[in-house]
């Protein structure tokens, strides 16, 4: 049986489709990777949300249609790998150039989360979350937590979930010699569930 909240939204959206109405998605995962290894990520966080995915290019920018989905989405998940502590050039450009949107409150009670990838089990990954962070607290929006307990015990494996034990967002590992498809699956399951999460909290929000 479908949540009383979830089955308004659901119902709501499908009265739009029915009326032939092109609807924008609620979430918006927007993200920059540099080897393919955060975008996998950033595919698991938007199975979950049943989010669009918005690729930030190798020159650091989106196109006008990209920003009309960000301003019209009800929730935004920021994806960047940690280079040097901290998130990308390319993502820090998108970020300075949300500028304008910040000046006029133009994603003020928005939802956000975030996620970030490195080689490192550590890799300074805690900064770059905090830096996602801080974007979304710029913009006036509601931070969505991770929201997991994590797996840290001796007898944790690749398979469980939370395994870096991140809070505030989602942190996963990529080997520096791991192909894409090396991802521990833990990590790739963990943010699946917080893309989730986000959906669960978005729509609580939207119902309201």
Known sequence: MLHPIRNRAMQKRLTHL???????ADIIVVYHSGFGHTKKVAEH???????ELVAISENGELTEADWAKLNAAKAIVFGSPT?????SWQFKKFADATSRIWYNRGWQDKIFGGFTNSASPV???GLTLSALQTLASQHGGL???LGQLPSNTKATQPTDPNTLGGSVGLLVQSPADASVDEI??????????YGKRIAAISARFSAA
């Open 184 to 193: 521990p699956q833990g990590h790739l399951d963990t943010a699946v569930a």
């Open 143 to 145: 931070w969505v937590s």
């Open 123 to 125: 890799g300074d990954k």
């Open 83 to 87: 280079y040097m502590g901290n998130v």
């Open 18 to 24: 029915k009326a032939g109405k092109q609807t924008m």
């Open 45 to 51: 966080v938007a199975q979950g949300a049943a989010a």
